[in-house]
């Protein structure tokens, strides 16, 4: 039993105007995707997906792409992208799970999941745009507090949280610090993002950082390839 993660999938099986493989590193990602996955991954194995798994904008056009990755070996946590449109309630998104047979996908919203002596916590997180603007600013608070309320759940089950974010904490010299100062709080040890593509993956933090080590996980930066996380 392993934890993996990878974000960004992009999948657009529902909206094909959507092709993602027009994009230099995209070339034939699903089946790469498909191909390392199901060599790399077990039917006991959990995955993250962290955010914009799917193109589509309603959970019906999403659809098609929930069903390939249920398809794929795992259980997998889903947590918000900037791009997951289909996004809804949490009642609606497992009502909805649940209706169309799709027995392997969890969301990842004001919860965690327990995995071993770990608790998978995390939230969309929001970019810092530098300006300090009310609306930026109330997104970024309320992003923060999901994030807290994902680490007390796991804290109150007896788990050490490992946190997963779709927007990353800090990139390049900019730092969400409303983000920080809830990793910094918890003592918070792993943390992994995705939303970078291309040669932002020359900006991002990678590696420890005051006592965290963040990795990025963005799919087309590790070739389509699940990361082993634990």
Not at 68 to 87: E, F, Q, R, V
Not at 147 to 159: C, F, P
Not at 204 to 227: C, H, K, N, V, W
Request: proline share 4%; charged share 20%; aromatic share 12%.
């Amino acid at each position: 039993m392993r934890l993996f993660a990878i974000g960004d999938l992009h999948l657009s099986l529902g909206v094909p105007e959507k092709p993602m493989d027009i994009f230099r590193g995209w070339e034939n990602y699903q089946t790469l995707l498909e191909e390392n996955w199901r060599s790399t991954i077990s039917a006991e194995d959990t995955v993250v997906l962290a955010g914009d798994s799917s193109w589509g904008m309603s959970l019906e056009e999403a659809l098609p792409d929930f069903r390939l990755i249920d398809s794929l070996p795992g259980t997998k946590i889903i947590l918000k992208g900037n791009h997951d449109y289909w996004w809804n309630s949490m009642a609606k998104m497992t009502a909805f799970f649940e209706a169309n047979g799709l027995s392997t996908l969890h969301i990842l919203h004001n919860n965690s999941y327990s995995f071993g002596d770990f608790g998978i916590c995390g939230t969309r997180g929001w970019v810092n745009t530098g300006l300090e603007e009310p609306q930026n600013a109330k997104v970024i608070a309320r992003e923060a507090q999901r994030l807290t309320v994902s680490i007390e759940h796991a804290l109150a089950a007896g788990k050490k949280p490992i946190v997963f974010l779709h927007y990353p904490p800090m990139f390049a010299s900019a730092y969400n610090y409303e983000i920080l100062d809830v990793l910094y709080k918890y003592r918070i040890e792993r943390c992994y993002y995705g939303h970078i593509h291309g040669s932002g993956a020359k900006k991002a933090i990678t590696g420890e950082r005051d006592g965290i080590l963040f990795r990025m996980i963005s799919s087309d930066y590790l070739e389509f390839q699940p990361e082993l996380v634990i």
